[in-house]
Nanobody, 115 residues
């Protein structure tokens, strides 16, 4: 069963923008806290942004002011708008619960920031 489907990644130059989409389910979006994770080459997967049911958002310091996480309940989709992108943003991005136990991981979507 495919429950989380990420898309929207690609190759972008520094300073560019991308919007990632996570097609999920109503149940997923109703969870208390969901987010976007990034796994950079050779590094551990880490949470970069999350959003609570209340709409409260949290970002790691390196993406604050550049990334925006939001959801569209009608479309059952979680988004990550990324602007002014930097090479360190490179990695595979996944959506999932921001707390344990997490759902099965999707395939993720590759984001590469390079000139």
């Amino acid at each position: 069963q495919v429950q989380l489907v990420e898309s929207g990644g690609g190759l972008v130059q520094p300073g560019g923008s991308l919007r990632l989409s996570c097609e999920a389910s109503g149940a997923f979006l109703r969870l208390n806290q969901v987010g976007w994770f990034r796994q950079a080459p050779g590094k551990q997967r880490q949470l970069v942004a999350d959003i609570q049911r209340s709409g409260t958002t949290v970002y790691i310091g390196t993406v604050k002011g550049r990334f925006t996480i939001y959801r569209d309940d009608a479309k059952k989709t979680l988004y990550l708008q990324m602007t002014n992108m930097k090479p360190d943003d490179t990695g595979v991005y996944y959506c999932n619960k921001a707390y344990y136990p997490q759902w099965d991981w999707g395939q993720g979507t590759q984001v590469t920031v390079s000139s």
